[in-house]
């Protein structure tokens, strides 16, 4: 991914239009849209669509939670007498199949708890309205973080998506959960990339500033010895694939961790610490 | 009186759903008109040289003209909402309805709505009312998005002669709309949904490939080994052609799409194109005709939910479900009709 599949802010792209037939109707939770032709939708990806109710217009934010495709047939059995079983059979008109996708709402500008209404259009989200879409504009100025990349598709980008720092630093709360799968590396990375973006945050701030935050994180090791090399450069960085993704966060030169002090363990009746496969700079404790 | 008062003012009062009834004061023959119609049944071979023509092995050269390209159908949905009451006393049915015609185009094999019409009518007898209430009531129609339109049948005591008059009218105003649908362009060929001579003013019978579909058969034209024929045709076999002559003279034949039913006639479609065109465009090629039956056979509907589907060409089927789209549910018109006339 790079910056050439970010979701510009150039004319809005038309994704379909909403529809809610019966069992399929709209609330104020999610809705189904249909797609026009020509255009694929993907799962994850951002829409917005505007509804104009009771004389007022409102903004829908939305994320693809699921793109269905449904041929015009009524059973599979229909499916296969129209080939009548021979899947070399080419019929004499293209399939009328259409495919539609299931959205649930994120947000709606001013704030309504309704459904939009049928017809209505819906378009990709750009930078901005995913980020709207997220509530990172209601995040204070100077307050948000950049934690990541908001994935558009599979393919597309829209923007950084950002955390507000009252919730991490303690003014409103004080807690981040991550989720993910075991062993894949993602969510261990992911702390330490939030780490690491927390401490350039201060670094970034007036010295003199009376709220200048202090940052001193203290990660523990569980398992295996990786962050044991938290301060050595990544060997997988490949900066023609990787730097632009780094630079849409607003970090031109990614580096390691730097001053970095590490502690392991003490081992019995010795005053060393166990083998962390590091041969220097590790302190033993008990 | 103004505007919707005229019903009031006439006893109007509601009619729920309700099937057909039959008729009272007679037994419903309806006029074939088939007095003044000639037919030649010995048009394609002699009559003593019927038998079924097989049309699957006659592929059309990919480069076939005559490979329709458009497909029209019609559609008119309603029911009888109301009756009120003539002075004698003749009980006259009001139908509300919406009808509509499209077009579907088939660009590189891809089917494509390109033409659509639909209104909302309302037909009545109006013969027995003073003519500037009947107005009256067509203007407070016309405001609510409704057409009236007058029927100028006798009244009769028959409530159910009198209700198929209503139905017919509306089904008149819908073959209004597909006219314009195969007017548009009408140099293509094309195929109808239904008879063409409904459609004449529409086409140039001497110019224009325009073909007929029919799928009901109300009206027997073969002679006895014919019938035989009809029930004895196998899927992709045709009976030889035969000539229609009245105000539009047509070349016509049977063809078997389906052969899974249990009526021996079920599955079988009539087509018909204009004589004229056929003699002196296709110089009366009869291969036109089983290549033109080919293409049908191989359009047929294979779902097993469309419930006309043995008769019934795919092009067409879309059509009427792309047009059935843009119709409101009948009995939501209904219920509008009333809130609007206050019945």
Redesign the interface.
């Given at each position: 991914m790079n910056r050439e599949n970010m979701t510009t802010e150039d004319a809005p792209v038309c994704l379909g239009v909403v529809g809610s037939p019966q069992g399929q109707e709209a609330t104020s939770k999610q809705y189904c849209f249909w797609v026009a032709r020509g255009v694929m939708v993907e799962e994850t990806q951002l829409v917005v669509c505007e509804s104009v109710i009771a004389g007022q217009s409102y903004t829908f934010y939305g994320v693809v939670e699921e793109v269905k495709r449904r041929s015009?047939?009524?059973?599979m059995?229909?499916e296969i007498?129209?080939a009548?079983g021979d899947t070399e059979y080419v019929p004499?008109?293209?399939s009328?199949g259409y495919t539609y996708a299931q959205v649930s709402i994120l947000s709606v500008e001013p704030a309504a708890l309704t459904p939009p209404c049928e017809r209505s259009k819906v378009y990709l989200a750009n930078q901005s309205q995913a980020a709207t879409a997220y509530g990172a504009d209601d995040i204070e100025e100077g307050n948000a973080l950049p934690t990541g990349l908001i994935k558009n598709g599979g393919a597309q980008l829209a923007g950084p998506g950002a955390i507000d720092l009252d919730y991490l630093l303690g003014v409103n709360g004080g807690h981040l959960n991550v989720n993910g799968s075991a062993g894949r590396g993602t969510k261990s990375s992911l702390l330490l990339y939030v780490v690491r973006m927390l401490l350039d945050y201060a670094r970034n701030q007036e010295v003199s500033s009376a709220n200048r935050r202090q940052i001193v994180p203290i990660i523990l090791n569980v398992k295996n010895y990786d962050l044991f090399y938290i301060d050595y450069p990544n060997n997988r960085f490949k900066p023609e694939r990787d730097l632009a993704d780094w630079r849409l966060l607003g970090v031109e030169q990614p580096t390691p961790f730097q001053n970095v002090s590490f502690f392991a363990p003490q081992q019995a009746k010795v005053n060393l610490p166990v083998p962390t496969g590091r041969d220097e700079g590790v302190k033993a404790y008990s | 009186m103004k505007g919707f008062d005229f019903l009031k003012n006439n006893g109007a009062q509601r009619v729920r759903t309700y099937d057909p009834q039959p008729f009272l004061l007679d037994d419903g023959t309806e006029e074939t008109e088939a007095s003044d119609e000639q037919k030649e049944l010995a048009y394609e071979r002699s009559l003593d040289k019927w038998r079924a023509l097989p049309i699957l092995d006659c592929l059309p050269p990919e480069d076939w003209p005559w490979r329709p390209l458009r497909f029209i159908d019609g559609k008119d949905v309603g029911r009888t909402v109301a009756w009120l009451q003539t002075r004698e006393g003749h009980p006259m049915p009001v139908r509300l309805a919406e009808i509509g015609a499209a077009a579907m185009a088939?660009r590189n094999?891809?089917?494509r709505r390109e033409y659509e019409a639909v209104e909302r009518v309302v037909s009545l007898i109006v013969n027995p009312f003073p003519w500037d209430e009947v107005e009256s009531f067509a203007i407070a129609l016309q405001e609510q998005g409704f057409r009236f339109l007058p029927c100028l049948a006798e009244p009769s005591y028959s409530f159910e002669q009198m209700r198929r008059a209503t139905q017919n009218r509306t089904k008149e105003a819908m073959d209004v709309l597909e006219r314009q649908a195969l007017a548009q362009k009408s140099m293509l060929p094309t195929l109808v949904d239904g008879r063409l001579e409904p459609r004449m003013g529409a086409f140039d019978q001497r110019s224009d490939p325009v073909v007929g579909l029919i799928k009901t058969h109300y009206r027997t034209f073969l002679h006895p080994a014919g019938l035989r024929l009809l029930c004895e045709l196998l899927p992709g076999e045709r009976t030889p052609a035969f000539s229609l002559e009245k105000k539009l003279s047509v070349v016509s034949w049977y063809l078997r799409l389906n052969g899974q039913g249990e009526m021996p006639d079920w599955g079988i479609v009539r087509l018909e194109i204009p004589k004229n065109f056929f003699e002196e465009v296709i110089k009366a090629d009869f291969s036109y005709l089983d290549y033109l039956s080919h293409i049908v056979y191989?359009?047929r509907c294979?779902?097993?939910?469309y419930s006309r589907a043995p008769i019934s060409i795919?092009?067409v089927q879309?059509a009427e479900?792309s047009l059935g789209a843009l119709f409101t549910p009948v009995e939501t018109l209904v219920q509008r009709f009333y809130r609007y006339t206050n019945l």
């Amino acid at each position: 991914m790079n910056r050439e599949n970010m979701t510009t802010e150039d004319a809005p792209v038309c994704l379909g239009v909403v529809g809610s037939p019966q069992g399929q109707e709209a609330t104020s939770k999610q809705y189904c849209f249909w797609v026009a032709r020509g255009v694929m939708v993907e799962e994850t990806q951002l829409v917005v669509c505007e509804s104009v109710i009771a004389g007022q217009s409102y903004t829908f934010y939305g994320v693809v939670e699921e793109v269905k495709r449904r041929s015009r047939k009524k059973s599979m059995d229909e499916e296969i007498d129209q080939a009548d079983g021979d899947t070399e059979y080419v019929p004499p008109f293209e399939s009328d199949g259409y495919t539609y996708a299931q959205v649930s709402i994120l947000s709606v500008e001013p704030a309504a708890l309704t459904p939009p209404c049928e017809r209505s259009k819906v378009y990709l989200a750009n930078q901005s309205q995913a980020a709207t879409a997220y509530g990172a504009d209601d995040i204070e100025e100077g307050n948000a973080l950049p934690t990541g990349l908001i994935k558009n598709g599979g393919a597309q980008l829209a923007g950084p998506g950002a955390i507000d720092l009252d919730y991490l630093l303690g003014v409103n709360g004080g807690h981040l959960n991550v989720n993910g799968s075991a062993g894949r590396g993602t969510k261990s990375s992911l702390l330490l990339y939030v780490v690491r973006m927390l401490l350039d945050y201060a670094r970034n701030q007036e010295v003199s500033s009376a709220n200048r935050r202090q940052i001193v994180p203290i990660i523990l090791n569980v398992k295996n010895y990786d962050l044991f090399y938290i301060d050595y450069p990544n060997n997988r960085f490949k900066p023609e694939r990787d730097l632009a993704d780094w630079r849409l966060l607003g970090v031109e030169q990614p580096t390691p961790f730097q001053n970095v002090s590490f502690f392991a363990p003490q081992q019995a009746k010795v005053n060393l610490p166990v083998p962390t496969g590091r041969d220097e700079g590790v302190k033993a404790y008990s | 009186m103004k505007g919707f008062d005229f019903l009031k003012n006439n006893g109007a009062q509601r009619v729920r759903t309700y099937d057909p009834q039959p008729f009272l004061l007679d037994d419903g023959t309806e006029e074939t008109e088939a007095s003044d119609e000639q037919k030649e049944l010995a048009y394609e071979r002699s009559l003593d040289k019927w038998r079924a023509l097989p049309i699957l092995d006659c592929l059309p050269p990919e480069d076939w003209p005559w490979r329709p390209l458009r497909f029209i159908d019609g559609k008119d949905v309603g029911r009888t909402v109301a009756w009120l009451q003539t002075r004698e006393g003749h009980p006259m049915p009001v139908r509300l309805a919406e009808i509509g015609a499209a077009a579907m185009a088939d660009r590189n094999s891809q089917l494509r709505r390109e033409y659509e019409a639909v209104e909302r009518v309302v037909s009545l007898i109006v013969n027995p009312f003073p003519w500037d209430e009947v107005e009256s009531f067509a203007i407070a129609l016309q405001e609510q998005g409704f057409r009236f339109l007058p029927c100028l049948a006798e009244p009769s005591y028959s409530f159910e002669q009198m209700r198929r008059a209503t139905q017919n009218r509306t089904k008149e105003a819908m073959d209004v709309l597909e006219r314009q649908a195969l007017a548009q362009k009408s140099m293509l060929p094309t195929l109808v949904d239904g008879r063409l001579e409904p459609r004449m003013g529409a086409f140039d019978q001497r110019s224009d490939p325009v073909v007929g579909l029919i799928k009901t058969h109300y009206r027997t034209f073969l002679h006895p080994a014919g019938l035989r024929l009809l029930c004895e045709l196998l899927p992709g076999e045709r009976t030889p052609a035969f000539s229609l002559e009245k105000k539009l003279s047509v070349v016509s034949w049977y063809l078997r799409l389906n052969g899974q039913g249990e009526m021996p006639d079920w599955g079988i479609v009539r087509l018909e194109i204009p004589k004229n065109f056929f003699e002196e465009v296709i110089k009366a090629d009869f291969s036109y005709l089983d290549y033109l039956s080919h293409i049908v056979y191989a359009y047929r509907c294979r779902g097993t939910s469309y419930s006309r589907a043995p008769i019934s060409i795919y092009p067409v089927q879309r059509a009427e479900e792309s047009l059935g789209a843009l119709f409101t549910p009948v009995e939501t018109l209904v219920q509008r009709f009333y809130r609007y006339t206050n019945l």
